[in-house]
């Protein structure tokens, strides 16, 4: 190995940090040239502390260059390494480079994010930023495309699916895995928790359930206290994690069986006329449930909800059909009718609506999503390409807990068989058809999803703080996004001629039965010819890999733990008349005890929050001063977004938290 530059002092250094990557770590030998900006280069130096062990995973290792390999340099303006396959382990991943100029006081920036070949001489400019047609290393970035297309292919898990990573790469396997070991999490809850051990049997008493819960691990949900309440149940149509149904009723369907009559009592002396009128009447419709598989033995409704705004201007349900077809076995179920007949229909009505959030809004519309968007992003776009750069930070972990821990969850006789009514088989059904459905540039995009629903006016549905503080959030990524793009895109011939760009676009809209991700609603067709037209796609992702995931992932365990809240399992069967019933009714169809203890530590887990807040990013991949420049700006908005909700919260009863930028993550990391 090479002398010991430490003792020798110098007028450069170069620090070089290893990525937190599994065998990201080598024992190479590795050698590095300096190029400055007027053609002069180093001779060859050897990146080597004696007797230390140095490039190991996830550490910055620094190196004195001796000055014997020097000559006058200008600014450095690339650098050219490579390493041997010496060693036990010789796999290297890079994050970045680092040169630094003692006499000048100048800090040269290599971004490197790499896997890097033995015997191969890789050629990194500083900043290492730039489109396709500019840089003067085809080759070079023509191989790494072609190497991250075998490495990240698309499967399908099953038909109709979305388009998954058929084998976890190496980029992905992050030295922390325990971090998606959910057994291991679940086993670590437990121990450290005070609860009362559930084993088997049913539950007493609705008291009784409450009492499981303890101070330390599984506090006492949040919906615990208001379960039955009919405010409550509004708000967990426009504040809280399936948010996105309701839409502003314009007519009353015919399917939907009620009357003037049957609701006067309800409609504080107003006409349904003169609420549709008023735009105080809402509806939630969940007709895609219709005809999907269940575990044998169960039911799902497939419900209608009629809300209205009172004249507190509070949301509260008004009448629930359970079924799409009227009829003397489907009644509209109202909150005049026997207390506890009325409570156990709106619990059906959560079941199916629940149903709906983990399939689609949640892990559909979120997670598989997002990995087959990943999955593109690698194989069309190189590292140096500046939309990689923007949108990498939001992919951060998303493969990763997709791989461990949907395997878990989602998988036959795994979480989701065991506490939904609908078992995988139906989740993957409704998964397909959601998918079928979705287009980027409605549903992807919220200020058009809102005007779809009629809820684009401020106006309309007092209290619905998700479109509220969404909206802000919204608007900032695409302000940041579209500054972004500009800086890049200053021509249209720049835009047609980045070929890496075109490709990503068109394999993100080719579908799925042809090797593409099937994305609906991106812009012709995957062709990009404007700066909105880019800014719309990248908006989309970060919006949907931050906000949209953060939104319906992290009140899991405040809907969920408490069972008769959001039940995601209900047994038996569904009321199908008016008459009374006891609380003896409610209880059988709530899960029993390791059902629920099982709902309480997965949701728990699911709550959790482990990396850092929208904007600062778990790993740097922006050096470009003037982008950096892009993200500052939008992290002093976001910080301005954050405190604007929490004036909003001090006066919400109860606080909407969950889209307060301090919370939102910058991906789908759990």
């Known amino acids: 190995m090479g002398a010991c530059f430490s003792r020798i002092r110098s007028d450069y250094v170069v620090y070089v940090r290893t990525g937190d990557r599994r065998n990201a770590g080598t024992d190479a030998n590795v050698t590095i040239i300096l190029h400055d900006d007027v053609g002069h280069s180093t001779g060859e130096i050897s990146l080597d502390n004696f007797l230390r062990n140095d490039f190991e995973r996830g550490k910055q290792d620094k190196f004195d260059v001796p000055r014997s390999k020097l000559r006058p340099l200008g600014k450095i303006t690339k650098i050219e390494f490579w390493r041997d396959d010496a060693g036990i382990g010789s796999d290297w991943y890079v994050e970045r480079i680092l040169v630094e100029n003692r006499l000048t006081n100048d800090i040269f920036v290599f971004p490197i994010f790499r896997w890097i070949k033995a015997g191969y001489h890789y050629m990194i400019k500083h900043l290492d930023t730039s489109l396709p047609q500019s840089d003067d290393y085809h080759e070079q970035r023509k191989m790494e495309l072609e190497d991250k297309c075998k490495i990240y292919q698309y ?27 959910i057994m291991t999490t679940k086993v670590q809850l437990l121990a450290t928790s005070k609860i009362v051990k559930l084993t088997a049997g049913e539950w007493e008493s609705l008291a009784h359930l409450k009492n499981i819960y303890t101070q330390n691990v599984f506090h006492l949900p949040k919906g615990a206290d208001r379960w039955s309440n009919d405010l409550y149940f509004g708000l967990q149509r426009i504040a809280s994690l399936n948010h996105s149904i309701i839409k502003l009723c314009t007519a009353i369907p015919e399917k939907l069986a009620v009357t003037e009559e049957m609701l006067k009592p309800l409609l504080e002396g107003n006409t349904l006329e003169s609420l549709l009128k008023e735009k105080r009447l809402f509806i939630c419709d969940l007709e895609i449930l219709e005809g999907l598989s269940c575990k044998p033995g169960f039911t799902l409704c497939v419900p209608i909800g009629l809300f209205m705004v009172n004249k507190n201007k509070q949301l509260r349900p008004i009448a629930i059909q359970l079924f799409q077809k009227p009829g003397p076995d489907n009644p509209v179920f109202l909150p005049t009718d026997h207390p506890n007949t009325w409570v156990l229909a709106k619990m059906w009505y959560n079941n199916a609506d629940a149903a709906y959030h983990q399939s689609l809004t949640h892990l559909g519309l979120t997670h598989l999503l997002m990995e087959g968007v990943t999955v593109a992003t690698h194989r069309n776009l190189s590292q140096s390409h500046p939309a990689f750069k923007f949108l990498a930070p939001h992919f951060l972990y998303l493969i990763a807990i997709n791989t461990r821990g949907l395997e878990i969850l989602v998988s036959e006789g795994g979480w989701v068989d065991k506490v939904m009514n609908t078992g995988i088989k139906g989740m993957f059904e409704l998964i397909k058809r959601g998918i079928e459905s979705w287009h980027l540039d409605v549903d992807g995009t919220l200020p058009a999803d809102l005007k779809r629903r009629g809820l684009d006016d401020p106006n309309v549905l007092p209290g619905y703080h998700f479109r509220d503080d969404a909206i802000l959030l919204y608007h900032a990524i695409q302000k940041y996004t579209s500054k972004y793009v500009a800086l890049y895109y200053d021509t249209p011939e720049k835009i047609n001629g980045d070929w890496e760009l075109q490709n990503w676009g068109k394999e993100l809209a080719l579908p799925r039965e042809q090797g593409g991700v099937g994305l609906l609603g991106i812009p012709n067709d995957g062709t990009f010819k404007t700066i909105d037209d880019i800014s719309k796609v990248l908006t989309c992702i970060v919006y949907t890999c931050s906000v949209s995931h953060a939104s319906t992932n992290f009140p899991q365990y405040e809907e969920y733990a408490f069972t008769p809240n959001y039940p995601g399992m209900m047994r038996g069967k569904p009321p199908n008349s ?52 892009l993200v500052d700006e939008f992290r002093l908005e976001l910080r301005q977004i954050s405190k604007i909700i929490k004036e909003r919260n001090e006066s919400r009863n109860p606080p909407y938290i969950y889209l307060d930028p301090e919370i939102v993550p910058n991906s789908i990391s759990i």
């Open 155 to 181: 499967a399908q898990k099953a038909p109709g699916m979305p388009v998954q990573i058929s084998k976890m790469p190496p980029d992905e396997q992050f030295s922390f895995d325990y971090k998606w070991d």
């Open 578 to 629: 008016k008459e009374a019933l006891d609380e003896r009714s409610i209880l059988a169809s709530l899960p029993d005890k390791p059902t629920t203890l099982d709902i309480m530590v997965v949701t728990k887990i699911l709550s959790g929050r482990g990396t850092k807040s929208l904007g600062d990013f778990e790993v740097q991949y922006v050096f470009d001063p003037k982008a950096r420049d």
